[in-house]
Each structure stands twice: as C-alpha cells, then as structure tokens.
C-alpha cells in the first residue's frame, strides 16, 4: 500500500514549459506535443476523480481497522450461514481455456506464457500455477541465475506432484530481460521471436516500488520499468500473440491474452496536481505547468521524465489499466484480450528494502504471494465476461446486479479503503477508477499510446 517517494530534487535553472531536462534526443517531443490534445469542455472535467497522495496516507490506518474488524467479525460469524459472495473464488476447468491434448505427455503441444518478474513473489506463485495446468512458462528475469534457479525450483515441485495433475507444463528461462532498457527489451523479444512464432499469455508482472534514478535510455526509473518498458515489449510481442489460439469451452477462440499488473495506488494518480510538488524550492517549483485535470500527452510526458513527478508509481498503475483499455480497443477484434490486475497487499520481495520490524507488520495484515497471484491467474485463463477488463482480491460493498454471476462477481468503483485491504474472496471483476476525460478513460488511454510510442520509437 504504500506509495514511494521521489529522493531526487527538481531540476534547477533552464526553460520549464518543455520538461526535456534528461530525456536523449531522440525521446524530446516538439512543443506541440506539450500541449492538452482538447483543452475543451469535452476533455476537461471539473470532477477530479482522483485522490491526492496525501488522502492515501489518511487512509492507510481506516483500511487496516477496516480489514480487522470485517475479518474477526466473520471468524466470529462462520459457524453461521452467510452470504456466498464472501466466499474465495474458485477458478474451475470449466472456467478456464482448453489445453490442448497432449500426444503422449510431449509437452512441447502445451500452449506458452511469458512471465516478466517471476522468480519471486506473486510472478514466481502465479508462473507455478500455470505450470501445474499445463502451460510451458518462460520466466523473463534480469538475472539468469535466478531465473534458471527459479525455473528449476518450480519443475521440482511440479514433478513431485505429477501423479496429482492431468497434465503439466514446464518452466525455463531463454534470455536475461531487463524492462529499464529497451536495449534488453528488445533483444529478448528477437530471442524468443527466433525460437517460437506465438505466444499465448504474456503477464506484465514486474514492477519496482522506487523512485528517483533514471535509466539508460533516460526515462525514469520507476516509470519505464513497471510501465514503459512493458509497453515495448508488448508491442514488439504483438505478432505472436495474435497468432495464438486460446480456445474457450464452447468452442470459441481468442487470440493472445496480455495480463497488466495494476494497484490501489491507481485510485491516488490525480492529473490537478503540480507534477512535482516539492516546495523546499520555490523557484524550482514555482513555474512547472499545472495539468487542470487532464491525463493528457503532457501529463504521459511528465511521468516519463525524470525529476517532474514526485508519483510515478501510482502513475504506472494507472496507466497499465488505460493500456489495458486502449489494447482491447485496438486489436480486440482480432481477438485480442487484455486484462489489468491489483494482486491486492502482498507481503512479498517489493518490501525487502523495508526493516525488518515493517516486513513483520505486513506480514500480519497483508496477502500472502499466493493469495496474490490468485487475480493474476484467473485474468491468464479465465474465461472472463465480456466488456470485464479489471480485476482485483477482495470483497466490495457495491455490486453491480445486472453484470454478476456466480462465479464471477461484478463490482463498481470502489472506495479506495476496501480495495487496501479487507475480506480476501480470491478475484472479483471490478470497475476501475478512469479519467474524467469525456469518453470513458479513452482520450486518456490514446494519450498514453502516442506518448509511449513516440518514447520507443514504435510508432505504427
């Protein structure tokens, strides 16, 4: 839950109103991309929807109370029959893509999932779950010892429970991929493009939780390595999960699924705010644009750039689920779908810079990573609802009657304190918090598309 901050001071001196202070040459927008795509009435809206990062620390303390207080209520009330919608979604076969059958267990017929960030946490427990339902899973890590590790560790476990699956997948590691360079981006993408000519899941998984440095391509760091540098790897990995067949119980087919991991935090990405609001320094501060509202080409471009905003996690959370969203638009009718995920407050490897007294904390009111994977996995091979694009773990107060089914409940726009945390349910299609933009988060979502292809240089 927590919402890093920036350590980097502003940039001092220079011409302010194109904030091009460390991007290379080739990423520098011309002014007219510094100016709101419609600065009317249509795009604009006086309805901020979303909260300052100040009202996220206000409410960090109500969700814990919240989260013990629902959850000792219900240990007290199990013995007494209650409401089915708190119950732990289970994801049946019946629920799920059909594998494939498999020509005397040769597992190379077994559809494939590529795993950014899977050698620990919840990318490591939802890379294990693919596997052990058949899937072959290629764990896209910065570290090939840890990957190889990783890979070996989850074949282990696999085998041992081989006589308890139908059918198993196998895991490995092809190349090294770091998200912070486009460099790596790309060179895994041709290595896995000379091996395999489609690809079936891809589940933006990785993510970082700090701010401040920026990479080698000049962008900053927290931005480019849980949003951008997925965005180029999607893009470059668009071909082969176009060709891919993923084959629904009755018959029908979809072509790839693309998996974005998303937070609360998305609910805390207010485009009314100056992007840096550190004020030790006025006159640093003073003259940077405000966005008045608008998630516009200049907001994108702020996010990208280092030193201009003090939020660029929850901005990259954000913008995942309108990736998401603009995915679905475009290539949905060549049956493309794209899923964003929050895998709720986990207690994983993010929070290995914190002391160990916080470790312990979270420990005790936080998801374990299992639990987390639990979103992710049921947006990789879920049959989900049509028009469903986001997921998240627990239960809401506010459904949405016409939408829900059993197995698969339907909720609107949450209050950010039960998205924190609560009564953990497994995986619930919720309605995302999106830009007051006129069109439903899509002038924002098309936004963010020029942005990041200008940045990639993968303009179509």
Known sequence: MKIPTNNNQPPNGGERNIPNILLPSRVIPDESDWIPINNDNEWRSDAQPYYARAT?????????????????????????????????????????FVLPSTNGGDETTNPIAILTGSNTGVGFQTATALVERGYNVILACRSREKGEHAAKKINDQSNDRGDL???????????????????????????????YSTLNILVNNAGINSQGDVTEDGLEMC???????????????????????????????????????????????????????????????????????????????????????????????LASILFTMELNKRYGSQGLRSVAVDPGSVASDIWRDESQLMQNAYKMVYLTPKQGASTSIAASIGIIPKDAFYLQPYFQWRLKKAQSTTRWPWYKVPNPITEMLGKYIGYAITDPRLPNDGSGGHKSSNALWSVCEKITSQEE
């Open 223 to 317: 931005f480019q390595s849980n949003f951008v540098g997925h965005f180029l790897l999607t893009r470059l990995l668009l071909p082969h999960l176009l060709k891919a067949k993923n084959i629904c119980n009755n018959n029908k087919e979809e072509a790839g699924r693309v998996v974005n991991l998303s937070s609360v935090t998305h609910h805390f990405a207010p485009a009314n705010e100056r992007l840096y609001d550190d004020t030790t320094d006025s006159s640093s501060s003073k003259d940077l644009p405000l966005n008045n509202g608008i998630h516009d080409k200049h907001f994108w471009f702020g996010s990208a750039t280092p030193g201009l905003s003090n939020g660029t996690y929850r901005e990259s959370k």
């Open 165 to 195: 699956l139908k059918q198993c997948g196998k895991a490995s590691f092809l190349h090294p991929l770091d998200l912070s360079s486009f460099a790596s981006v790309r060179a895994f993408c041709k290595v896995y493009s000379d091996k």
């Open 56 to 96: 996220f620390m206000k409410l960090c303390l109500p969700a814990v109370l919240y989260s013990l207080i629902l959850n000792v209520s219900l240990k007290m009330l199990s013995l007494v029959p209650f409401t089915s919608r708190l119950n732990v979604q289970r994801l049946h076969t019946k629920d799920c």
